[in-house]
């Protein structure tokens, strides 16, 4: 296994956070292959994860909530008017496992950098800019039912439980991408050393159909790991890396909620298409607890 650099500075874990100063990291999109640069801007004093398009006329804004999400495929996309907001999952996930919920990202184009293909860079990032307490964000979202959503094939559970924990299950059925299943509470710095650094992954006959569509344009053996039947093209991070990744895209997705959740989610070879009706049905119960508690 390689090694991987991940910084032992404490994390945060609890919600409420902002970052103390304004830091970026630049790289292409894994869609798009454009250019971008992502910076975070601290919001101390607004809640709420906000994304700013430096590259339109007049920087529109797209904030984080249920329903901007539009999963598109391959990916997720956010959506505010006619502002678009693709690929924002691996940040996502990492502001949302370290506790930044008042946050302004601020793009010079419409999807965010891949990177290497994990968030590893994005906790890189937030150690870089720091956090700092911000005003109170919403209040955690305690699943008090069962949310169970499938397509016949994959499935994604949340049922109550007392912590918010992840178990994840992975079959592609080929010699060097067996079953594989993940369990655990990744938040903090349990997702910045078990999770974060999983990446992006892809069997080898899944390419050409994502070239077709036109995406994947970014795509390359520097940021992500393609599973041809005899043989890998890194050397992976975990034996069962690409489960984490999967549950890094689960995270992501998740966090479109825009507060912590507590609930156990069972998920079985998910998808963002999934996830996100997932998040759809935590969001009426949300939306009904509040009407019954006026």
Known sequence: MPAIRISRRSLPIASGLTVQQEAEV???????????????????????IVFRRLDLSGSPEVSVAPGCAEP?????????GDTVIRTPEHLLATLSALGLTS??????????????GSALAYVDLVHEAGTQPAVAGPPELVVREWHWVDNGEAHVLA?????????YGVDYRKPLAPKQVY???PRGQVFAEQV?????????EWIDGLR????????????????????????????????????????????VLGRPVRAHLFALKSSHALNARLVDSLRREKDQKDQEDR
Do not use: Y
């Open 212 to 255: 077709q569509q036109g995406m994947a344009a970014g795509g390359s053996l520097d940021n992500a790991v393609v599973i041809w039947e005899d043989r890998l093209s890194a050397e992976l991070r975990f034996p069962d890396e690409f489960v984490r990744h999967k549950v890094l895209d689960l995270l992501g997705d998740l966090a």
């Open 72 to 80: 598109t495929g391959w990916c997720t996309t956010l959506r505010g």
């Open 26 to 48: 630049s790289g292409v999109g894994l869609h798009s292959g454009e250019e971008v640069i992502v910076r975070l801007v601290p919001r101390p004093e607004e809640p709420g």
């Open 183 to 185: 369990e655990g509470c």
């Open 159 to 167: 049922c109550p439980a007392p912590e918010f924990r992840v178990t």
């Open 196 to 204: 974060a650094p999983a990446r992006t992954f892809a069997l080898a």
């Open 103 to 116: 946050v302004t990202v601020e793009l010079t184009g419409a999807e965010l950098p891949i990177l290497d």
